[in-house]
């Protein structure tokens, strides 16, 4: 079956420009989640979407960013006035539900470079 | 803060050898330790998980070794191929609510 899918799976962009990267999880996954991924670094938690509940944003790191999920299904991750410290591969991904030992699956991510 | 410490960064390993590659947490209300394995230009994917009651998994040719009382934890892959070149991720999670990942460690396997 079809897996967790992202787009675009490349987006450059310049400085203060507002980017739109979109995620499908596959079918009947309730939990989605989105990660950063830098250079170097590990996959950084941004925020956790579980059914109808209220999202955990804990991880979002600024006000510039922010996530929705529409029908419990395709999920978009807003970035406003996009930093160059924002070029990071943005990686999604869901599992059938948001208990523990439920597998995460990845999309291939969205590179993203700030120029 | 880093949640979750992992070492070393990059590994070279013969063929046919150990890799082992380590993590620490801190978090004691963890319960839920997984391993991804990433390739270029792929997202990550599940290789092996554990639950902080037992202090061994295999699978295969890779095995999970748990230290609760040290936080610790590993991943030893056994009888190493070139295929298993990748980048190597742990994790720690509290409830599958949020997945803490280590930096990553590149391994490469040579011929």
């Known amino acids: 079956g079809a897996g967790v899918s992202q787009s675009p799976s490349n987006k450059v962009t310049e400085k203060g420009k507002d980017v739109e990267l979109r995620c499908d999880p596959i079918s009947g996954h309730t939990a989605l989640y989105w990660y950063r991924q830098s250079l170097g670094q590990g996959l950084e938690f941004l925020i956790y979407f579980q059914g109808n509940s209220a999202p955990d944003k804990s991880g979002l790191p600024s006000d510039r960013f922010s996530a929705e999920r529409t029908g419990g299904s395709v999920s978009t991750l807003t970035i406003q006035r996009t930093q160059q410290e924002d070029s990071a591969v943005y990686l999604c991904?869901?599992?059938?539900?948001?208990?523990?030992?439920?597998?995460?699956?990845f999309g291939p991510g969205t590179r993203l470079t700030v120029l | 803060q880093q949640q979750v410490k992992q070492s070393p960064q990059s590994l070279i390993v013969q063929k046919g050898g150990i890799s082992i590659i380590n993590c620490a947490y801190e978090?004691?209300?963890?319960?839920?330790f997984p391993w991804y394995q990433q390739f270029p230009g792929k997202g990550p994917a599940l290789l092996i998980a554990i639950r902080p009651d037992v202090s061994e998994k295999k699978e295969g040719r890779f095995t999970i070794s748990f230290n609760k009382s040290a936080k610790q934890f590993s991943l030893h892959i056994m009888d190493s191929q070139p295929g298993d070149s990748a980048t190597y991720f742990c994790?720690?999670?509290?409830?599958?609510?949020?997945?803490?990942f280590g930096t990553g460690t590149s391994l490469t396997v040579i011929p």
């Open positions: 978090n004691t209300a963890f319960d839920y």
């Open positions: 994790a720690a999670s509290k409830r599958g609510n949020q997945f803490y």
């Open positions: 991904a869901s599992s059938l539900a948001g208990a523990t030992y439920n597998e995460q699956f």
